[in-house]
Protein backbone atom coordinates (compact mmCIF):
# COMPACT_ATOMS: atom_id res chain seq x y z
CA UNK A 1 0.00 0.00 0.00
CA UNK A 2 1.13 3.02 -0.72
CA UNK A 3 0.27 7.02 0.40
CA UNK A 4 -0.35 9.92 -1.77
CA UNK A 5 -1.54 13.63 -1.45
CA UNK A 6 -5.58 13.66 -1.77
CA UNK A 7 -5.00 15.05 -5.16
CA UNK A 8 -2.67 13.19 -6.61
CA UNK A 9 -4.41 10.34 -9.10
CA UNK A 10 -4.04 6.65 -8.74
CA UNK A 11 -2.93 6.09 -12.14
CA UNK A 12 0.14 7.73 -11.20
CA UNK A 13 1.57 5.02 -8.43
CA UNK A 14 0.50 2.33 -10.56
CA UNK A 15 3.92 1.16 -11.81
CA UNK A 16 5.87 1.84 -8.53
CA UNK A 17 3.22 -0.51 -6.96
CA UNK A 18 3.89 -2.88 -9.44
CA UNK A 19 7.63 -2.82 -8.89
CA UNK A 20 6.93 -2.95 -5.06
CA UNK A 21 5.59 -6.58 -5.42
CA UNK A 22 7.15 -9.31 -3.73
CA UNK A 23 7.76 -12.65 -5.43
CA UNK A 24 4.87 -14.57 -5.80
CA UNK A 25 4.86 -18.11 -4.65
CA UNK A 26 3.58 -20.70 -6.71
CA UNK A 27 4.39 -24.09 -7.96
CA UNK A 28 7.59 -25.15 -7.86
CA UNK A 29 10.24 -23.01 -9.44
CA UNK A 30 11.51 -20.00 -9.76
CA UNK A 31 8.69 -17.22 -7.80
CA UNK A 32 7.14 -15.28 -10.20
CA UNK A 33 8.32 -11.81 -10.35
CA UNK A 34 5.41 -10.01 -12.17
CA UNK A 35 1.11 -10.81 -11.72
CA UNK A 36 0.30 -12.49 -14.67
CA UNK A 37 -2.86 -10.16 -14.87
CA UNK A 38 -4.33 -6.79 -13.36
CA UNK A 39 -7.35 -5.97 -12.43
CA UNK A 40 -8.30 -2.01 -12.72
CA UNK A 41 -11.11 -0.12 -12.48
CA UNK A 42 -11.94 2.58 -15.54
CA UNK A 43 -9.82 5.26 -14.03
CA UNK A 44 -6.92 3.35 -15.20
CA UNK A 45 -8.00 3.44 -18.87
CA UNK A 46 -5.02 5.01 -20.28
CA UNK A 47 -3.40 3.35 -23.20
CA UNK A 48 -0.03 4.52 -22.19
CA UNK A 49 -0.05 2.07 -18.86
CA UNK A 50 -1.98 -0.37 -21.47
CA UNK A 51 1.46 -0.24 -23.50
CA UNK A 52 3.76 -0.36 -20.67
CA UNK A 53 2.19 -3.57 -18.80
CA UNK A 54 2.05 -5.37 -21.76
CA UNK A 55 5.85 -4.62 -21.98
CA UNK A 56 6.52 -5.73 -18.61
CA UNK A 57 4.49 -9.21 -19.98
CA UNK A 58 1.02 -8.53 -17.60
CA UNK A 59 -2.56 -8.64 -19.32
CA UNK A 60 -4.05 -5.27 -18.56
CA UNK A 61 -7.66 -6.43 -17.41
CA UNK A 62 -9.03 -2.70 -17.36
CA UNK A 63 -12.76 -1.56 -17.96
CA UNK A 64 -13.06 0.97 -20.83
CA UNK A 65 -14.44 4.38 -19.71
CA UNK A 66 -17.32 5.18 -22.26
CA UNK A 67 -18.52 1.87 -22.33
CA UNK A 68 -22.01 0.72 -20.49
CA UNK A 69 -21.49 -1.05 -17.29
CA UNK A 70 -21.17 -5.08 -16.81
CA UNK A 71 -17.02 -5.77 -18.14
CA UNK A 72 -17.49 -8.29 -15.77
CA UNK A 73 -14.56 -7.05 -13.34
CA UNK A 74 -17.14 -6.64 -10.39
CA UNK A 75 -16.12 -10.35 -9.82
CA UNK A 76 -12.93 -9.57 -9.22
CA UNK A 77 -12.48 -5.94 -7.86
CA UNK A 78 -15.55 -6.28 -5.61
CA UNK A 79 -12.67 -7.77 -2.94
CA UNK A 80 -10.49 -4.88 -3.33
CA UNK A 81 -13.71 -2.16 -2.80
CA UNK A 82 -14.71 -4.62 0.10
CA UNK A 83 -11.33 -4.04 1.78
CA UNK A 84 -11.52 -0.38 1.96
CA UNK A 85 -14.46 -0.75 3.45
CA UNK A 86 -13.25 -2.28 6.06
CA UNK A 87 -10.96 0.74 6.54
CA UNK A 88 -13.63 3.29 6.49
CA UNK A 89 -15.49 1.85 9.73
CA UNK A 90 -12.02 3.82 11.29
CA UNK A 91 -13.22 7.07 11.11
CA UNK A 92 -10.04 8.65 11.31
CA UNK A 93 -9.05 7.01 8.07
CA UNK A 94 -12.08 7.87 6.12
CA UNK A 95 -11.43 11.86 6.46
CA UNK A 96 -7.73 12.38 6.36
CA UNK A 97 -7.03 14.59 9.55
CA UNK A 98 -3.84 14.42 9.77
CA UNK A 99 -1.07 16.78 8.15
CA UNK A 100 2.11 14.36 8.53
CA UNK A 101 1.96 11.05 5.94
CA UNK A 102 3.98 9.12 8.99
CA UNK A 103 1.14 9.35 11.14
CA UNK A 104 -1.40 8.61 8.60
CA UNK A 105 0.75 5.40 7.64
CA UNK A 106 0.43 4.55 11.24
CA UNK A 107 -3.06 4.46 11.52
CA UNK A 108 -3.90 2.49 8.22
CA UNK A 109 -1.32 -0.09 9.48
CA UNK A 110 -2.88 -0.18 13.27
CA UNK A 111 -6.08 -0.41 11.30
CA UNK A 112 -5.03 -3.75 9.01
CA UNK A 113 -3.61 -5.12 11.84
CA UNK A 114 -7.38 -4.43 13.83
CA UNK A 115 -9.06 -5.85 10.70
CA UNK A 116 -7.03 -9.21 10.39
CA UNK A 117 -7.04 -9.37 14.38
CA UNK A 118 -10.72 -9.31 13.50
CA UNK A 119 -11.39 -11.99 10.91
CA UNK A 120 -8.55 -14.40 12.43
CA UNK A 121 -10.57 -14.35 15.82
CA UNK A 122 -13.52 -14.65 13.78
CA UNK A 123 -12.33 -17.75 12.30
CA UNK A 124 -11.52 -19.99 15.70
Request: proline share 4%; hydrophobic share 25%; glycine share 16%.
Given at each position: MTL?????HDVTQLLPLLDAVPPIRGARGR??????RLYA???????KYRRLLWKRGIKPMI????????????????VVERAFAWLHQFKRLRT???RRADLHQG????????ICLRRLRASF
Open positions: TGGNRPRRKPRDRGYDFDARRGIAHGSGLGKVRWRYELLDLACSL
